[in-house]
């Protein structure tokens, strides 16, 4: 918390011009916290005015690797970031995310802060630790291992003086400085519980790492109120099964007057007067309610005790509030995100959205999570594919037909689609490949919100929203006369382009989401050389292609493998990647993985002289996986076994 009042600009930046030219230290109402970054700011050779080069920031496949080392802080840190950024979006700010050593990890932002943020180099893999960019929030609080803010001229740099900053440390269940929290945005937009909010928002991810870290030990929620446990302000301890406490969060720790030194190095007996044995008992009998504790100190606490038996059934932890259908999409890529911020300002407001974008980018997706977030979602979502239905059923699809209609037809006829989706939504997906005959029948419906089924002279009214999809450019359909352009502009009241996969930004969010979802708490990753192939691959089949690869990869995954490495890709999409390279290289073709993959096995067995399970440990894989792999190559390659 803050703990000296702002001061004007001006004063502020006479007393760091006092520090840098004549060694004069500021007063006490700059802040003892302010005093201590400046001079290490200028003890690492900054100077606060002047172009600042900082050539070690990470990017590409650097950026990638320190993505995978803080996996678990970026995976447990995201659900909450995007409840955090709910709470300032539009208040001209960014939630950011750095690791350990200040480098950001992850960013979520409002667009019209993100160019500003931009030319400070507020942006993924850049380092804003002190030494690189002086006092800021993120650096400070990462110097101080406590949280910070920093605000306007307080900034040791000129060129950052626009900012304010509230940063807060994220620790591990040990005690370890795991990352940085931190809310920026412009100086004007200042708010003092932003710092409040985000140390909050930091100790959720901190109990959110702690439940994870510590799933195989005894868990013991902490409150001095009954109604306390569950909620974010609880203190959780994690103790081994012989009573050592071995892990906890920072509440729990001052609940009971406790420092991270102690963790492995004091025992429940040193701590409670509650017998360890009789209270797990107690626990499993009472099916879990709270009980009382008394310290060594005669504190009462209320406390509820999970063995590892129980706990995924029964563990109560307080949960990030629902986010609408668009924020759990939302991996970070500004141009999706652009596009999504569109579609909130008209949902409901009778604008047809049109959704472009090439095959597999995820149009559907977003087309139900538009749904989701508008007025009407819980009326019907009626999705159809104009492209996958024959040409002689689709307008009996679309516009129904009453008994005995036609040949075949269904003797109480049928409602069609767009009747379906009466006080929901209707997604046409691939509108672009509707006939042009048909076109007029929807354009007709479209203007008057009335449908005839096939057979009836009789119109019914409708009412939906209206969200069309094509991978087409539709406007040289129009000028090729296969679309009709009074359609085009009556579905086209807002146009939402969806980037394709090659252009996002948020590839490694993507693949981690994937994985969480097929893998949910396996803990998958993907080796880094697979990883960096990967990401440079153009994947023309977008995310439908990516999401194949990953099911595929961990199906092929034995029940102990926890890593992704070629032995598990398909051959197919080893050897797209393959074209890929000859084609880019200037010289020399690139080898074909499938055969590095294949030559390391065969060198891996002339190593351990025809040992399958020393060649499976020494090339990290299992027994199960080396043979499967041997037996997609031909017999003619195949090693010859003692």
Request: net charge neutral; with cysteine.
């Amino acid at each position: 918390m803050r703990t000296h009042p702002l001061l004007p600009p001006l004063q502020i930046r006479q007393a760091r011009l006092q520090l840098v030219e004549q060694g004069i230290s500021p007063s006490s109402e700059i802040g003892a916290l302010i005093s201590r970054s400046w001079h290490r700011s200028l003890a690492a050779g900054l100077s606060p005015i002047g172009r600042l080069d900082c050539n070690d920031n990470l990017a590409g496949h650097s950026l990638q690797r320190a993505r995978t080392i803080n996996h678990d802080l970026i995976r447990h840190s995201e659900p909450v970031m995007e409840y955090l950024f709910e709470q300032v979006r539009h208040s001209h700010s960014m939630v950011v995310l750095a690791d350990a050593q200040g480098v950001l990890m992850h960013t979520l932002g409002d667009l019209d802060f993100l160019s500003k943020a931009d030319r400070v180099a507020l942006r993924c893999g850049a380092s804003w630790a002190e030494n690189q960019r002086g006092t800021n929030a993120i650096g400070t609080a990462l110097a101080e291992s406590h949280e910070v803010e920093i605000n306007g001229a307080e900034h040791y740099l000129d060129r950052n003086g626009f900012l304010t900053c509230a940063a807060a440390p994220i620790l591990s269940a040990q005690g370890k400085l795991m990352g940085i929290l931190d809310i920026s945005g412009d100086h004007r937009s200042h708010h003092p519980h932003t710092l409040g909010l985000v140390s909050t928002a930091a100790r959720m991810i901190e109990n959110s790492l702690v439940l994870s870290t510590c799933r195989q030990q005894i868990l013991v929620q902490l409150h001095t109120r009954p109604e306390g446990i569950g909620t974010v302000a609880q203190g959780m301890l994690a103790f081994s099964e012989d009573g050592w406490l071995v892990g906890a969060n920072r509440k729990a720790l001052d609940l009971l007057g406790l420092q991270h030194a102690d963790i492995c190095a004091i025992s429940w007996p040193q701590i409670f007067d509650e017998d360890f044995g009789r209270l797990l008992s107690f626990q499993h009998r009472s099916g879990g309610r709270p009980s009382l504790l008394r310290t060594h100190q005669s504190t009462i606490i209320h406390a509820q005790v999970h063995s590892q038996s129980q706990r995924q059934q029964k563990i109560t932890l307080s949960t990030v509030p629902t986010r609408d259908a668009l924020t759990r999409l939302d991996s970070g890529d500004p141009l999706w995100r652009q596009a999504a911020d569109k579609a909130r300002r008209v949902i409901d407001k009778a604008i047809p959205l049109l959704v472009t974008g090439e095959t597999g980018v995820g149009k559907e997706l977003f087309a139900q999570a538009v749904h989701q977030c508008s007025a009407r979602k819980d009326r019907p979502f009626v999705a159809v594919n104009c492209a996958a239905l024959p040409e002689q059923l689709i307008e009996s699809e679309l516009f129904g037909y009453v008994g005995g209609a036609f040949t075949g037809a269904a003797r109480h006829g049928s409602s069609g689609r767009l009747r379906e989706a009466h006080g929901g939504t209707l997604f046409l997906d691939e509108i672009g490949d509707m006939p042009i005959a048909l076109q007029t029948r929807l354009l007709r419906v479209l203007q008057e919100r009335e449908v005839t089924p096939l057979g009836s002279c009789t119109p019914v009214q409708v009412d939906f929203n209206l969200i069309c999809a094509t991978h087409q450019n539709l406007r040289t359909a129009v000028e090729k006369g296969l679309f009709r352009i009074d359609l085009y502009y009556r579905i086209n009241g807002l146009l939402l382009q969806l980037p394709a996969l090659r252009e996002r930004h948020d590839f490694e969010t993507l693949v981690q989401r994937i994985l969480q979802d097929l893998a949910p708490d396996a803990g998958l990753t993907i080796a880094p050389e697979v990883l960096k192939n990967m990401t440079s691959f153009d994947w023309p089949g977008n995310l439908r292609q990516l999401s194949h690869v990953l099911r595929t990869a961990v199906a092929l995954l034995d029940n102990h493998e926890t890593q992704i490495n070629w032995v598990h890709l398909p051959v197919d999409f080893i050897d797209d990647i393959q074209k890929r390279d000859r084609h880019t290289s200037d010289n020399t073709p690139a080898q074909n993985l499938h055969e590095l993959s294949i030559k390391a096995i065969h060198q891996a067995l002339e190593n351990a002289r025809g040992n399958v399970s020393a060649a499976a440990r020494q090339l990290g894989i299992s027994r199960q996986t080396l043979y499967r792999k041997l037996q997609s190559t031909s017999s003619s390659v195949r090693p010859k076994f003692c």
